[in-house]
């Protein structure tokens, strides 16, 4: 299997674009989380879907931001628009179920944000 | 609410010693437990979880953890550092709805 997938891997951007970031999960997973990380704040939680709807967004920071999942093996987080202080690492990750809580979740590699 | 405090956000360790990383969680319901590693510029990887069956886990790479309901402590470790073994460590808490609430990672430095 080819694990979680991320793109870009690395982004640089002007203040005030809009920035996507797309993640393709592990095949069968059915469920999907988006994170950020950042010196400051750590990891933190985003959104995470169920069976491609949306369960929480609580962590989603603000309006700018917007996550989609239209199909299982595909999702995107969006940026619009963009500030330096989105600069961070977004991870996504994907898991069997999270209704049961024990499960793995498997992350990808990560994008890097660089917000100027 | 479910929380996770890792005592200590650098720890330093001669090649060959004893590594402890300390996790501390606070649950109100029987909680599943998770340690995950960062190595620079990766995505984070599972080393091992707690999921009431045993309270002793053993995990990747020598690792292994005791989850102690008395102390409310998960604290990871590994007889003899390997200079491999330096990254950045993540306890982890499963929430409401399987979501996983961090600790603030523990960086662990390997001295040769």
């Known amino acids: 299997d080819a694990g979680v997938i991320q793109s870009p891997r690395h982004e640089v951007t002007e203040m005030g674009q809009e920035v996507t970031l797309r993640c393709k999960p592990i095949s069968g997973h059915n469920s999907l989380f988006w994170y950020r990380q950042t010196m400051m704040r750590g990891l933190e939680l985003l959104i995470y879907f169920n069976n491609n709807v949306p369960i929480d967004d609580s962590g989603m920071p603000e309006d700018r931001f917007s996550a989609k999942m239209p199909n299982a093996s595909f999702s995107t987080l969006k940026i619009q628009p963009s500030e330096p202080r989105d600069s961070a690492v977004y991870f996504c990750a994907s898991s069997g179920t999270a209704a049961s809580g024990e499960e793995t979740q498997y992350f990808g590699p990560g994008t890097r944000l660089l917000v100027l | 609410a479910q929380s996770v405090t890792q005592l200590g956000s650098h720890v330093s360790v001669s090649e060959g010693a004893l590594v402890l990383l300390r996790c501390n969680y606070s649950s109100s319901v029987p909680p599943y437990l998770f340690w995950y590693v960062q190595y620079p510029n990766q995505g984070l990887q599972l080393l091992l979880k707690y999921t009431s069956a045993a309270t002793l886990v053993k995990g990747i790479n020598g690792f292994e953890a005791e989850f102690k309901k008395s102390e409310t402590s998960f604290h990871l470790t590994k007889p003899s550092a390997h200079m491999s073994d330096a990254a950045e460590y993540f306890c982890?808490?499963?929430?409401?709805?399987?979501?996983?609430?961090f600790g603030q990672g523990t960086e662990l430095s390997v001295k040769p």
């Open positions: 982890a808490v499963s929430a409401q709805g399987g979501k996983l609430i």
